[in-house]
């Protein structure tokens, strides 16, 4: 604990400083990503109590989650304030209300209602309106932003249409089944976590000698994370502050990504017009990621429109030089997870044995919708590596994906006997119809939510089907659910510490040394159902706090075909162009440099031109690329050669149990064809075949090149190792 009030101010960079002895308001402080915000706010609350100006019951720090909150009362106890408030919006308000609704209501305070979905499900069983377990989540969700943007239920249709919001059902539904339920709670005499605000504001505003004592307790204030404060909450801060202007507001409108909930940049980017006299600063070194990461997240924000792009911050890193950020293009997906599970082991690979040696928990992987985990939940599997799921279940442990499950072993052992099934042509339309009983159908739901997400996952396994059907043309329907089982098998091994799996979102306020983002491509990230230029601009938002998320590692990747074999229609998101080599922006560049590229799954582009080997023109193209050759050049393809590799393929996969692609993608054998390796040296340089399928399959794969008699294999080849 420091001895005196100065101490609390050793250690903080000239404009932490500045943050720390600025200590009447109003005080407006920018702070970009990794800039130390928490511990200049910290360091402000605790230099004012050390210095005598603050007493600490008469501040009250507020921030977005319990989690933050707790961090914050034990930072400023190490700093000798510890009897600050640091509580959520929620939290305070509802110590209030309890204390207050006696002088102000009478009698005893309403019950606070644990679980609002059932009485969701209640108001829509009265309104007549039959609703899922995932349809009551999202009409949930659209209540809650009615109210924390103060919508009664007859204006919601209206206010919906106003703000561009795509709603997951019919508006008139919605609000009837709203209405119903506000009645149904005030009948009960219970209220919800946004009728704590709504009441504490009405308190406050309708008994000024209630609000005059509440002035009185609560003196100084500080709001974290104040781009995604909700009309609502702006409102109750209002009333606590009265006619003084004594606040300090933190945030970054760069890091808006919750506007779905209400949340909304606008307190922050209007704080200097509602208060000409602000102090403001600026929080722009970088303390986390490296200036090759940094670069590259302001080349992202220098494409970014809008009113949030204009008040960005250029952050400054303040570590030393780091890798590269590597931009990795891939056949399809299986491939793309397949080589992210192969780097992360790599950098697993401790430093006595020369590798970084990152801890796997300071790994992460993350991704657009929480669909997208299960390929990574299995390449990490076969990879032997341990890995967890932050903010969502696995893959295979999801309701909708366990009543999936049910369906299809249903169907399996019905076989022909299904008369749901009798019209499906293939494995995958089995699937598809056998789905349906659950819920999936062929064309994704309206807008999203909880809705969305289930058919995504639905719609995985639909697509996983496809892939297996490709892999193994003969296979049944009991053939696939074994392949599920298997797979659910291998996913649920307990980990202890294990690289993280999380949505971008989930990862919002976390950070780790080194950082995967996957799934790249326009479709995705930017998602399909974000059509405004505002919620364009949130998506690409979000990439910048994935990208953000990194100290030192940062990966980039995506897939130009869902499955192998598949029509490579897919284009890299349109955020990474500028920035990825080979793209031209579609905005003012950043001072950032592109960093490293990284073609098919290992192998790193050269940092000069890369010249056509039949025609010598530089090549640009991603596809070109990979094959180092123009698309118009002649191939030099072996076709014979391709063929015979493709049958010893499927003979391996079927030996193995496993698809096809597990043992090497087409393209793979492409490559391999076209430039037939002579050595193992040649071979391991060929995209997609990393250490473990050179040792499973090298000698076989040159036998094949060089036209001899395949070699016998050793019988202690394992199943496992054709993941890897």
């Known amino acids: 604990m420091p001895h005196s009030a100065d101490a609390v101010l050793d250690g903080l960079d000239p404009e932490q400083r500045t943050v720390a002895t600025t200590l009447h308001g109003p005080v407006c402080v920018l702070a970009g990503a990794g800039t130390g915000k928490t511990r200049a706010i910290t360091h402000r609350i605790a230099y004012g109590v050390r210095a005598g100006v603050y007493q600490p019951n008469t501040v009250l720090a507020v921030t977005f989650t319990a989690r933050a909150a707790g ?72 209540i809650e932003w009615a109210k924390v943007t103060q919508t009664t239920p007859e204006d919601y249709p209206a206010a919906v249409v106003k703000a561009g919001r795509d709603a997951p059902r019919d508006p008139a539904e919605t609000s009837r089944i709203y209405a119903t339920y506000e009645r149904l709670k005030q009948d009960r005499g219970v209220i919800d976590f946004e009728d704590v605000l709504l009441l504490t504001v009405g308190i406050l505003s309708d008994r000024p000698d209630i609000a005059d004592t509440v002035r009185r307790q609560y003196q100084h204030f500080t709001v974290d994370e104040y781009q995604d404060v909700s009309p609502l909450q702006q409102r109750l801060l209002q009333l606590w502050l009265g006619d003084r202007d004594n606040v300090c507001v933190v945030g970054d409108a760069s890091q808006t990504i919750y506007s779905f909930t209400g949340a909304t940049p606008d307190h922050l980017l209007n704080f200097r017009t509602q208060h000409p006299d602000a102090t403001l600063v600026k929080l722009v070194r970088d303390y986390r990621s490296t200036p090759q990461v940094v670069h590259l997240a302001n080349g992202l924000l220098a494409q970014a429109r809008g009113r949030a792009a204009e008040h960005r911050l250029e952050l400054v890193s303040q570590r030393p030089t780091g890798p590269e950020p590597v931009f990795s293009e891939h056949s399809d997906e299986p491939a793309e997870a397949e080589a992210t599970a192969r780097r992360i082991r790599e950098l697993l690979t401790p430093v006595a044995e020369g590798g970084p040696g990152v801890p796997a928990s300071e790994i992460a992987v993350l991704y657009r919708v929480n669909a997208q985990s299960e390929i990574y939940e299995q390449a990490l599997a076969d990879a032997d590596v341990p890995y967890q799921l932050r903010g969502a279940e696995r893959f295979f442990e999801r309701q909708e994906i366990r009543q999936a499950a049910l369906a299809l072993r249903g169907a399996a052992r019905a076989g022909g006997n299904d008369a749901a099934l009798a019209d499906a042509d293939g494995l995958a339309a089995e699937v598809g119809a056998a789905l349906g009983s659950v819920g999936w159908t062929p064309q994704p739901p309206a807008g999203s939510g909880a809705v969305r997400d289930r058919w995504e996952s639905l719609h995985a396994l639909v697509r996983l089907a496809g892939d297996f059907q490709r892999a193994r043309p003969d296979a049944s329907l009991g053939d696939f659910v074994a392949e599920l089982d298997e797979r659910a098998a291998a996913q649920h091994a307990p980990t202890v510490e294990g690289v993280t799996l999380a949505s971008l979102h989930t990862a919002k306020g976390l950070e780790w040394d080194a950082v995967f983002l996957v799934g790249l491509t326009d479709g995705m990230l930017p998602i399909t159902h974000a059509k405004t230029p505002e919620q364009i601009e949130e998506e690409r938002r979000l990439l910048y706090v994935g990208v953000t998320r990194a100290r030192a590692h940062l990966s980039l990747s995506w897939a130009l075909a869902r499955s192998p074999g598949g029509r490579a229609g897919r284009r890299p998101s349109r955020f990474l162009d500028g920035l990825r080599p080979g793209s031209a922006a579609d905005g003012p560049r950043g001072r950032g440099g592109p960093g490293g590229v990284e073609r098919g799954s290992r192998q790193r582009k050269p940092r000069g031109p890369v010249p056509c080997r039949v025609c010598g023109r530089t090549l640009t193209e991603a596809t070109e690329l990979k094959l180092r050759r123009c698309a118009d050049c002649p191939s030099s393809m072996d076709e014979a050669l391709y063929e015979r590799l493709r049958e010893w393929r499927l003979e391996r996969a079927q030996e193995l149990g496993r698809p096809a692609y597990a043992v090497f993608t087409d393209a793979t054998l492409m490559a391999i064809a076209e430039q037939p390796p002579e050595s193992e040296r040649e071979l391991s340089r060929i995209s997609g075949v990393g250490p473990h399928k050179l040792r499973q399959f090298g000698a076989e794969v040159l036998a094949l090149c060089a036209g001899e008699e395949l070699p016998e294999r050793a019988e202690e080849s394992t199943e496992e190792d054709a993941g890897k």
């Open 71 to 142: 961090e914050m009362r034990g930072r400023l106890r190490q700093l000798g304030a510890g009897g600050v408030q640091s509580r959520t919006f929620h939290a305070a308000a509802l110590r209030q209300l309890q204390f207050f609704w006696p002088k102000a209501v009478g009698g005893e305070p309403p019950r606070l209602l644990e679980r609002k979905i059932q009485l969701v499900a209640e108001a829509g069983a009265r309104s007549r309106i039959r609703l899922e377990r995932l349809e009551l989540r999202d009409v949930l969700g659209e």
